[in-house]
DNA sequence: TATATACCCATTGACGCCCATATAATCCCA
DNA sequence: TGGGATTATATGGGCGTCAATGGGTATATA
């Protein structure tokens, strides 16, 4: 499994460190699993990250935005100059970034979410009305997991 | 055969653990047998899940979206957080995820119900009655078998 | 020097992996 | 085609490993 998925619940010891879960850092390429980069969630409040080479990915998105959009303008700084690179012990622990742990009103545990590609980190009160919201909305829009899972091409 | 199909009550072991049919275990690709996804059915109080080679190809999909359209957000919450992978021993048994367990009230025997391209996991009476609400639902809208498998497009 | 953090080592409970058995299904050969 | 032998499936249990967590000490940084 090469995605971040599920949701994973983990306390934040005195020190600040909290384990990145165990089926995330397998997700990390081989050849860095011991750094991640986080940055402030545009759309919500979360800390969002992902392994150093999705930054790439993400680089080449907002270059092919219109140079003189404001959204260029918007996400390149929202974006690059918010990234924080964090590195991973080896535990498999590492320390949220203080702005971020802020941003995300965090205190001593930490929700992790998987999204695919990158994943994003919640107070977990907070990442649980997220999701019922999320919920809710696809249940009016009639799209459900199994649609989605299930549907032939 | 290459779809769940049939019904099965297996027993859930003092270690939580639980044979995957093997009927049910057939059906997945043969490059990974080892492995199945659940998440919570939506309209039912059951435990919905297949294969993993779905999960990568609407990652794929989910992909090529526009990177910051609302389409891609709501894809990426609802679908990669509420699902969990899960892996099948060498006997075939697997743990159910306490968080879907719960949700599907499931204590000491699970139904697995084929439902071609997924299955569903059943607390064994829940699943009886449903599938009997149904039976009678058909019955009532004077659908039939037949009326389905002979009608033209 | 004071505070933070990198680097060790320890603990605990859960889980993966292995081996075992009973029953059911299948096969094979006379 | 019958009946014994083989295989598959569901189930039970032991044990080593790993993930999450806790904490001590050296090192760095201001």
Not at 24 to 30: C, D, E, G, T, Y
Not at 97 to 103: A, G, S
């Amino acid at each position: 499994m090469d995605l971040f998925v599920s949701r994973y619940f983990n306390k934040i010891d005195k020190k600040g460190r909290v384990s990145f879960p165990s089926s995330f850092r397998n997700v990390l390429p081989k050849t860095n699993k011991s750094e991640i980069i986080l940055y402030k969630s545009i759309k919500t409040e979360s800390i969002e990250g992902c392994g150093v080479e999705r930054l790439k990915e993400i680089a080449k998105r907002i270059n092919n935005l219109d140079f003189f959009s404001e959204d260029y303008d918007d996400f390149s700084t929202s974006i690059f100059s918010e990234i924080v690179p964090t590195k991973i012990d080896k535990e498999g622990r590492f320390l949220i970034p203080p702005e971020l742990k802020d941003y995300a009103k965090i205190t001593n545990e930490a929700a992790f979410y998987g999204k695919g590609h990158f994943f994003q980190i919640w107070e977990p009160k907070n990442g649980l009305n997220s999701s019922e919201t999320s919920r809710k909305r696809l249940l009016n829009e009639k799209k459900s997991l199994r649609t989605i899972l299930t549907q032939q091409k």
